[in-house]
């Protein structure tokens, strides 16, 4: 089956299967482990978000990008993310 793409200013994103919605919000982060695994549920967080694998557009780093509806989920969510 086919993924849809979505292109924006800065990545070239590869919705994970696993989103509720493929929405990317405006606080984003990006991280440069492509193999890492990110189970979002495990993270507790109060509002929406979605995960992506990325390639970033200025140098085509490939990883993961993170978005969230709420800023204080993105907090949350660097305190408690470590790669594996």
């Known amino acids: ?4 793409t979505i292109t924006t200013e800065h990545y070239l994103l590869y ?7 493929n929405v ?3 606080h984003q982060l990006f991280l440069p482990y492509p193999y890492a ?3 979002l549920p495990d993270f507790d967080l109060s509002g929406p978000c979605s995960l992506f694998a990325a ?3 200025t140098d085509q780093k490939m990883g993961q990008l993170v978005t969230f509806e709420l800023a204080q989920d993105q ?3 660097e305190r408690l993310f470590t790669p594996d």
């Open 1 to 4: 089956m086919a993924t849809t």
């Open 15 to 21: 919705p994970s299967p696993r989103n509720a919605q």
């Open 24 to 26: 990317v919000f405006a």
């Open 37 to 39: 695994l990110i189970h």
């Open 55 to 57: 390639c970033r557009t």
């Open 75 to 77: 907090a949350r969510f």
